[in-house]
């Protein structure tokens, strides 16, 4: 909620600092609904209980206060130092090359996070759709890491040969399209869970089982 982060002087007065807070924090809130194209600087002003100058006197531009909005998530969420590299569980799991706890671990955090932070998923979605820059920026910050954190990891497994011999990156992308998909039903299509009503927990487990067992027991003499 807005109000949790503001914070007023003996005077009643929102401090710059605690002022800026609120742009951004009502700014996610309308560029999640509406997105960046259908949102302007004097609704952000008016929902946020300010003047339109004083929104332009802490962001330059509507785009500068877009960019801010992932600087401040990159910082809050600690996603500048990847989060996934301070799960202890995930950590321990790579040292002993438990693959099954390895995309188990990885993926209940990202679900989690995923659900903890719907309006800023939704603001990714519409920076992608419409190509904004956000969207560029935040793969290339933070998407790319987890390609490289988890396909160094399956180059090791895959010359121990305890993974198939196949591009990582591919093996990857199949298992973040598990979790990103799981999360648009949940976030977008189907709020209500019509389709399908799992756990984080159960969700997570049963990508890791099918990313690395699969479904057909007819895979590995296919493969063969």
């Known amino acids: ?48 209980g300010v003047s339109e100058a004083m929104v332009f006197r802490h962001f330059a531009s509507k785009d500068v206060l877009f960019a801010a909005i992932l600087e401040a998530k990159m ?8 989060p996934w590299e301070t799960n202890e569980a995930l950590i321990a799991a790579m040292k002993v090359k438990d693959d099954f706890a ?3 671990e990885f993926g209940k955090q990202a679900l989690e996070k995923h659900q903890a932070d719907i309006g800023f998923m939704r603001l990714l979605f519409y920076s992608a759709l419409e ?6 920026r935040f793969f290339g910050e933070f998407v790319k890491k987890i390609y490289d954190f988890l396909g160094d990891y399956l180059r090791e497994r895959q010359n ?29 299509w189907d709020k209500k869970r019509s389709i399908l009503d799992i756990t984080n927990d159960t969700a997570a487990r049963s990508f890791a089982e099918m990313i690395l067992c699969g479904a057909s027991n007819e895979c590995k003499q296919r493969a063969a």
Not at 131 to 136: D, K, T, V
């Open 1 to 48: 909620m807005i109000d949790s982060f503001l914070k007023c002087d003996h005077n009643g007065r929102m401090s710059g600092d605690q002022r800026r807070e609120q742009i951004l924090q009502t700014a996610v809130s309308l560029f999640s609904n509406r997105g960046f194209s259908g949102t302007t600087t004097k609704e952000i002003a008016t929902a946020s």
């Open 75 to 82: 910082c809050n969420d600690g996603l500048h130092t990847f």
């Open 102 to 104: 390895v995309f188990y």
């Open 131 to 136: 190509e904004h820059e956000l969207a560029e």
């Open 160 to 188: 121990e040969g305890a993974i198939r011999q196949m591009d990582p990156r591919i093996i990857v992308r199949s298992f973040l399209g598990m979790l990103i998909h799981h999360s648009l039903n949940n976030i977008l």
